[in-house]
T-cell receptor
Framework: GDSVTQMEGPVTLSEEAFLTINCTYT??????LFWYVQYPGEGLQLLLK?????DKGSNKGFEATYRKETTSFHLEKGSVQVSDSAVYFC????????????FGKGTMLLVSP | EPEVTQTPSHQVTQMGQEVILRCVPI?????FYWYRQILGQKVEFLVS????????KSEIFDDQFSVERPDGSNFTLKIRSTKLEDSAMYFC??????????FGPGTRLTVL
């Protein structure tokens, strides 16, 4: 079945550092890929998405490119801020049926001033 | 922006008791979902609900679980007889179509 693997956390960075959170997936067909973010005490919020190979999703300075050849969707940001501290979830949907999401375990990001 | 809300934020119960987790989806949404995350593990799909019936469910969603949309605004998840292994964060989500799901903040269920 479908699965998502993302790097273990926590990832600890200083403000303005470069961020990469790795995500790889296994799926039949051509899924859509997502990054969700969860700030403390809040729900999962969609950060960005890509629906086909080579698409780049971007939002709030974060980017991820759908790489079919490496089955990856790594999240990057050039300069993190303290306010980016949160848990980041990689997910996929194959849009069969009612588009249930398959998530990774989540990666906690801690950014210090 | 409209939000999905969930109550309570934290529920503590004794093993064998029934619990009902409540969600208020975004008002014009038609598709509703429950997911859960056991501490340290992945967020897992439980069930989806559309047109007043279950549309998909996972292997986790056995006879101990049920969902209901009792009044056109709430969407509830009932666990009939809780087990220790039901302790998890439960997330409700809703969507207008199947392209994007909006999640609530979650209910942390602790079974003692």
């Amino acid at each position: 079945g479908d699965s998502v693997t993302q790097m273990e956390g926590p990832v600890t960075l200083s403000e303005e550092a470069f961020l990469t959170i790795n995500c790889t997936y296994t799926a039949t067909g051509y899924p859509s890929l997502f990054w969700y973010v969860q700030y403390p005490g809040e729900g999962l919020q969609l950060l960005l998405k890509a629906t086909k190979a080579d698409d780049k999703g971007s939002n709030k300075g974060f980017e991820a490119t759908y790489r079919k050849e490496t089955t990856s969707f790594h999240l990057e940001k050039g300069s993190v801020q303290v306010s980016d501290s949160a848990v980041y979830f990689c997910a996929l949907s194959d849009f069969s049926g009612y588009s249930t999401l398959t998530f990774g375990k989540g990666t906690m990001l801690l950014v210090s001033p | 922006e409209p939000e999905v809300t969930q109550t309570p934020s934290h529920q503590v119960t004794q093993m064998g008791q029934e619990v009902i987790l409540r969600c208020v989806p975004i008002s014009n949404h038609l598709y509703f979902y429950w997911y859960r995350q056991i501490l340290g593990q992945k967020v897992e799909f439980l069930v989806s609900f559309y047109n007043n019936e279950i549309s998909e469910k996972s292997e986790i969603f056995d006879d101990q679980f049920s969902v209901e949309r009792p009044d056109g605004s709430n969407f509830t998840l009932k666990i009939r007889s809780t087990k220790l292994e039901d302790s998890a964060m439960y997330f409700c989500a809703s969507s207008e179509d199947t392209s994007r799901q909006y999640f609530g903040p979650g209910t942390r269920l602790t079974v003692l």
